[in-house]
């Protein structure tokens, strides 16, 4: 099924037309990224964590220690919150009240469980470092038994999402656009730098396979949609 059908925790209230349910703009905006945050609740307690994350068909991943608190009540099957936020830009109006961002937002909801299955932490693992940097594995040490058993994997089927997004110029007042002061847009992306090589690396050692994509000026999210086979996110449903 391509759309989600949102219930009322999902489905936009206000400027509905930024909105988008269809499940390839929901995957498009969180393959995207690699950081989201996950909001839920221990003993009474809201919470609201930054982790990285990753998707695969419609179920989304997150790991850390096995010691982590968050972890290990998530794990139980807790129902989460889960968002992921790209700014593509300031948007500068002739009035404070006019002044917006340009961005992509996603939010999803779903039951977060443990995966204790030790072949398939093993290959959601192994595809979270090639979603990075693919070809990557095949160079790698392959994790040890300790090191997989001292981490935590939590998967966490799409159950319901929505994408909000907003693109384009800033809308004023008519009476203010006599101002006579600039509006506009300024454009933010996240782009590559220039490889900062490993101190203890040898001279003789070349950047292997999964740097490629990372050229100098390359946009990050551009390269994140293509190492999953997709194009550059989408950057705009309304204004």
Known sequence: MNQIVPSARAKLK???KRGAYDRATVHAVLDASVVCHIA?????????????????????????????????????????CLTATHIDGLVLARSGFNC?????????????????????????????????FPGRMAEMRRPTVKEVRATTLIGM????????????????????LAAGIWAGVIPIAETIGALQPCPLLPDDVAPGAGTEPYAPGRGFDEILRTNVGGGVAPAEAGE
């Open 14 to 16: 206000r400027l509905a």
């Open 100 to 132: 917006s961002m340009n961005y992509r937002a996603v939010m999803v909801f779903g039951t977060a469980t443990k995966v204790e299955d030790e072949a398939h932490k093993r290959e959601a693992l192994d595809a979270y470092v090639e979603r990075l």
């Open 157 to 176: 089927e799409i159950e319901e999402a929505s994408v909000k997004i907003r693109s384009g110029p800033p809308h004023d007042d008519e009476d203010d």
């Open 40 to 80: 839920y609740v221990l003993d009474g307690q809201p919470y609201c964590t930054p982790t990285a994350y990753w998707r695969d068909g419609n179920r989304l991943y997150w790991h850390g220690s096995s010691v982590s608190r968050m972890l290990q009540g998530q794990g139980a099957g807790l129902p989460v």
